[in-house]
């Protein structure tokens, strides 16, 4: 299936559909041009707030490499604030809808089309910062790409570079069952985001909106412990985690959790 056709597949049993690759079929055109609606630019960004802008510039980062643009949303934001960004993603639909938001703005995009496991094919120059945003590593179904696509990352980096990650917070979705604030990320009016099957190995959420239109994405529910061990066995050295922005917070509590990822060594640095 080509990725510019409107209707998903996932064929007869969509629960056993777990593979990193499959992205690509799921982010059909149709979707794609309502992916605006379902995170509505302007309350986004009103509840996140300058988070990612302070991370940034309190270490004295310039040159961002942001690496699920999607349809730009951070990318634009971090430009407007003066951050030298590169933009991208690994489906197309999603990078011709990030220029035509950036341009609509009045900011032009440096895109590249990459595959996060084999991302230095096609980036050749290192960043201050890598960010990965909205949810997306977790579309990594494979531990052996994970690893892959953390040391991608760590390898873009300058030597004194952070990453930035962001996840559900599906420690909480898998233990307890899904609840949501709805009032970060996914900020559309009348517009529901919600799993429809979630266990171990497997979050697939179901994305409704006000025309009956209906869309699944299949991710792999990443729990907040793991995504970090990874992290340090690819080489970080400091790792701090905040719940919806917040850096105190109960377990249970935030929806999104956000991983700032160091290069840089730390004495007494430990795996948590």
């Known amino acids: 299936m080509n990725s510019s056709n409107q209707v998903q597949s996932f064929g007869s049993d969509p629960i056993a559909v777990r593979k990193t690759g499959h992205y690509k079929e799921e982010y059909v055109k149709s979707f794609v041009e309502k ?22 510039r309190s270490r004295g980062i310039k040159r961002v490499l942001d690496v699920a643009t999607g349809t730009g949303f951070h990318s634009v934001r971090l430009l407007s604030a003066g951050f030298d960004v590169v933009s991208a993603d690994g489906s197309p639909e999603m990078l011709a809808q990030a220029f035509k938001n950036a341009r609509d703005r009045g900011y032009i995009l440096r895109t590249a089309h990459a595959d996060w496991r084999w991302l230095n094919r096609t980036i050749h120059t290192q960043f201050d910062a890598v960010i990965c945003l909205g949810n997306s590593f977790t579309h990594l179904f494979n531990e052996h790409d994970r690893r892959r696509t953390l040391a991608e990352y760590y390898a873009t980096l300058d030597h004194d570079g952070i990453l930035i990650l962001d996840q559900r917070n599906y420690d909480s979705i898998l233990d307890n069952g899904f609840s949501s604030k709805h009032q970060y990320y996914y900020c559309g009016e009348d517009v529901v985001a919600e799993p429809e099957h979630i266990d171990e190995g497997l979050a697939r959420f179901r994305y409704s909106f006000p025309d009956g239109s209906k869309y699944h994405l299949n991710m792999y529910p990443l729990r907040k412990k793991y995504t970090r061990r990874l992290m340090h066995e690819v080489g970080f050295q400091h790792i701090e985690t905040y719940g919806d922005f917040m850096e105190t917070f109960k377990a249970d509590e935030p929806d999104f959790l956000v991983h700032v990822a160091e290069k840089t060594y730390r004495k007494n640095d430990e795996v948590e």
């Open 35 to 56: 992916w605006d609606d379902l995170i509505d630019w302007e309350r986004r960004w009103e509840s996140e707030g300058d988070f990612f802008v302070e991370q940034l």
